[in-house]
């Protein structure tokens, strides 16, 4: 159940929204003004706070910039009885993702939310991706890292494996092959055949390192 934080000075407006949300499925928590919502999304696991821009003590915007440095994926809706272009800019540049215009419609909010909770889960998994990513390159070239006895590897192919080796007998290479751009997957291609030139003794140790590392630049100025 995703929670949901309404944050907002005007009590009918809450209560509201509440009710609302709370029909519709949410997980509701609620705060009158910044200092408040601020204590909650420290505390609590809010995926999504529907912000009010315009509030006493602390605006929604100050607020919008302080919630996302504690929180920086939480996923932020801000809403206005005042609508202007700049304030649509600068609520856009503290880390908002949507603005909504007061008075609206419930079953458009709900739209809206669905939309950024579910585009909150896509950034969540490629993050949780990336991290895999990072840890599969770290152990699939400390041995190519380590070794410098040529005879060795000749002599028995390196354990060195390629995401594009991984994808055919392990899931999380699939998974992980399948997140690699093309320009990702054209490198992986390639770098597998120079371990293949590499491991048949096809090439020198001096040849492959040099090659790899040409491979590696390229991909850098790629992605």
Known sequence: MKKILVVDDELLLRDVLYDYLSRNGYDVVLAADGYRALELIEKENIDLALIDIKMPNMSGLELTE??????PELAIIVMTGYPSLNTAVNALKCGALE???????LDELNRIIRKNTQDQKIIEENEKLKDKIKKLESQLFENDESTDNTATIIEKPPKIRTFAQIKKNEEIGKQVYQSLSENEKKWEKELSKLIELYADGSISEEEYKKKKAELLKQKNAKL
Do not use: S
């Open 66 to 71: 302080k919630a996302k440095r504690i929180k």
């Open 99 to 105: 603005y909504i215009v007061k008075p609206f419609r």
